[in-house]
Structures are given as C-alpha cells and as structure tokens.
C-alpha cells in the first residue's frame, strides 16, 4: 500500500498533537510535518509538497483566498482539506477552492473514514 504523506496545519498544539497521535497509528498515512500558522505551513509545503494538507479552516487574521490561491500554485497535486469545528466554514472552503471539507468535531473513527474515504482507501 502506498503511503500518503500528510502535513498538518493546525494553529491549536492539542489539536495538532491529536490529529497527529490518530494518524500516526494508522497504516497509509504518514506525517511528514507540521505547523501552527499559514505562513508556517507555506514556507515548509513549498519546499517538500506532501500529498496532502489538513488545512486548519480557523486560522486566525488569514485571507484563505490567497493562501490557496499560492498553494495550488506552489504544490498542484497536493489535496487539500479543509478541517473545522464550525461546520458553516465547509461552504467558504469550497468556494475558495478546498478538494474536501471534515469536521474536527467527527469521532476519530469517522474523521479517519471520511480521510480514507476521500482518498479512496
């Protein structure tokens, strides 16, 4: 089984900690970094582009327009989901160009099927 490489970017440590905790246990994900803010993310992804990116959808002061704007631009065959609490972001993470949107507030078990599920494993 290939093995798809995930960053986490996530403004929250419990929530990057957490996210990184479920999927390190879990076969064909593998975590191959992470950061707390956008343009953190930007300037690692850009170096390394990893297959996918769990995009923190509640990044504080951040114009998401333009961050996926340079991201498609920098890193084109990296997927990027969008995750929230708030389940009125999935809408606005479409429309500025997102590939899935998954609550942070699924059960682990349910997160990890819909992650699979959009990667089709």
């Not at 803010?37 to 951040?62: G, H, Y």
């Not at 333009?66 to 920098?74: A, G, N, P, V």
Request: net charge negative; glycine share 4%.
């Amino acid at each position: 089984m290939t093995e798809i490489s995930i960053f986490l970017a996530e403004g929250e440590t419990h929530v990057r900690n957490a996210m990184r905790l479920m999927l390190d246990y879990q076969d064909g994900f593998v975590i191959i970094g992470s950061a707390n803010t956008a343009e953190s993310t930007l300037a690692q992804v850009c170096q390394n582009p990893p297959d996918a990116i769990l995009l923190d959808w509640d990044f504080p002061r951040v114009n998401y327009q333009r961050l996926i704007h340079t991201l498609r631009e920098h890193c084109p065959q990296t997927r990027l989901v969008a995750t929230s609490v708030k389940p009125e972001h999935e809408l606005a993470a479409h429309q500025v160009g997102t590939d899935v949107f998954i609550s942070k507030q699924l059960p682990p078990d349910q997160f990890l099927a819909a992650l699979r599920k959009f990667f089709g494993m």
